[in-house]
């Protein structure tokens, strides 16, 4: 038979983290997490669509004509705003990797972006469904907090009672 410890917070080690963490900071810290995220969403989009962009002697043609930097401005500015609203979540309730939602989000938009070069209101739509992930992410760590905080409360209560 498994014998189970008496006290449950014993057997958790004092080196063992927890993924998600209340990020607080001075407002510099948030500010250079931000802007980090979203290079490295933006720099793995462009990467990641290099094969379809390079020149044609290896064989690929470019995916669309057109330029670059109208999409990589645009996600440098999409991903900023996303990764605000992250971090600003991050930094009052526990957010499962933020980072990890941020880039990838931004990651997936710059790689379709230049891959299919649409057109700014498609850009826009894109945008918006990114948006919407990180709200979903969001409200999901900001429901867990609010269950966390009621069950502290009522077993509170409980003891006091």
């Known amino acids: 038979?498994?014998?189970?410890?008496?006290?449950p917070d014993a057997?958790?080690?004092s080196d063992d983290s927890e993924d998600a963490e209340v990020r607080p900071g001075p407002l510099w810290r948030h500010a250079v997490w931000v802007v980090?995220?979203?290079?490295?969403g933006v720099a793995l989009g462009w990467v990641g669509a290099l094969f379809r962009i390079g020149p044609e002697e290896f064989g690929l043609p470019p995916a669309a004509p057109g330029a670059l930097w109208p999409y990589l401005f645009a996600w440098t500015a999409i991903g900023l705003a996303l990764s605000a609203v992250?971090?600003?979540?991050?930094?009052?309730?526990?957010?499962?990797?933020?980072?990890t939602a941020a880039i990838g989000v931004v990651m997936i938009g710059t790689r379709l972006s230049l891959g299919w070069r649409p057109e700014p209101l498609e850009v826009a739509g894109i945008a918006v469904v990114g948006l919407l992930l990180?709200?979903?992410w969001c409200a999901v760590a900001l429901r867990g907090a609010a269950v966390v905080r009621r069950t502290e409360e009522v077993?509170?209560?409980?003891?006091?009672?």
């Open 155 to 161: 077993s509170r209560a409980r003891g006091t009672a």
């Open 11 to 13: 057997a958790v080690g």
């Open 134 to 136: 990180v709200a979903v």
């Open 1 to 7: 038979m498994n014998d189970l410890p008496e006290n």
């Open 86 to 99: 992250l971090r600003f979540v991050a930094a009052k309730v526990p957010v499962y990797e933020p980072e």
């Open 36 to 40: 980090a995220v979203t290079a490295a």
